[in-house]
C-alpha cells in the first residue's frame, strides 16, 4: 500500500466540517482507520464531494488487505467497498468506470446485492433497461426486502417500458418495505396511476410523499398540478395548489423558481 497521504484526509474532513457545520465523525487526535476512512467517505456522498469520497473509498480498499481478518471477510469488505465507490462514480457520470467496479464487486462477493443494484443504476443511465431489471431482480433474490430495488425496477417499468400495471406490483412493494415512507416509489406510483388514468389515486400518492418530505417532495406537487390544469381543466385548483406550496417551502429549495414559473406559466394561459 501507498503512504496514506495525511494532509489530504485533513483537508477532506475540513471540507466535510465546513458542509456540515461542524460535523465530522473524525477527530484529529485519532490516527485514522479503516472504519474513519470509509466513514469519511460516506459523509463525503450525503455532502455531494463525489471526488474526495472515491478517494477514501480507494483508501479503504487498500487497506483492507492489511486488516487481521479471514480472507473472506477482506473480499466481502472490499466488495462493500467497490460498491460504495461505483455509486460515486454513477453520480459523476462515470457509467461504463461504475459497470467495471460493480463487476469487481461481484466477483469478491456474489452475494452483495448494493452491487448488483448500483450495477442496475449504471445500466440504466446508457439505457440498457431490460439489463438493468435483471440485475435489480439478482440485488431482490439474495435480499428479498431490499427495497431500493423494489422501487428502481418499478420506476424503469414507468419511465422505460411503459409497463404501469407491472410496475405498481414493484412499488406497493417498495412501499410496503419502507412502512410507507419510501417516498420514490409514491411519486412514481402516482406517476404508473396518472398514466392508467386513475387521477384522483395518483394524486393520493403523490399527496402523500409530499406530507412526509415536503421539501423533497415539491415535484411530487407539481405532477398534480400539471394534471389538474391540463387533465382535468381546473385552472384555479392548480393556481391555489401551486399558491400553497410557495408558501409551505422555503426559498431556497431548488424547486421554488419552477414553481413560480409555472404558475405564471398557468395564469398567463388562455
Sequence with gaps: MET????????ITEKIRIKSKGSTSYQNDEE???GAIMQTGRQCRIYGLYSDAIWCYDQAADLTDYLNIPYEGKNKLKSS????????????????EALIVCETAIQLDPDNYEAYCNKGIALRDIGKFKESIIAHEKAIKIKPDFQNSWNAIGQILVDNEKDY???????????????????HAWINKGNALSYLGKLEEAFLCWETAYEIEPERNVHAMLNKAIWLFKGMNQKNESL??????REDISIDNPYYREVTQLYNKIL???
Excluded at 81 to 96: D, E, H, P
Design 81 to 96: 467497498v467497490l460498491s460504495a465507490k461505483a455509486m460515486c462514480l454513477s453520480t459523476m457520470g462515470n457509467t461504463n
Design 4 to 11: 496514506f497521504n495525511i494532509n489530504r484526509f485533513l483537508q
Design 165 to 183: 400495471e407491472k410496475a405498481i406490483i414493484y412499488l406497493e412493494k417498495a412501499i410496503e418495505l419502507s412502512e410507507g415512507q419510501d417516498t
Design 268 to 270: 398567463n394561459d388562455n
Design 32 to 34: 485514522p482507520d479503516w
Design 240 to 245: 391555489n395548489l401551486l399558491n400553497q406550496i
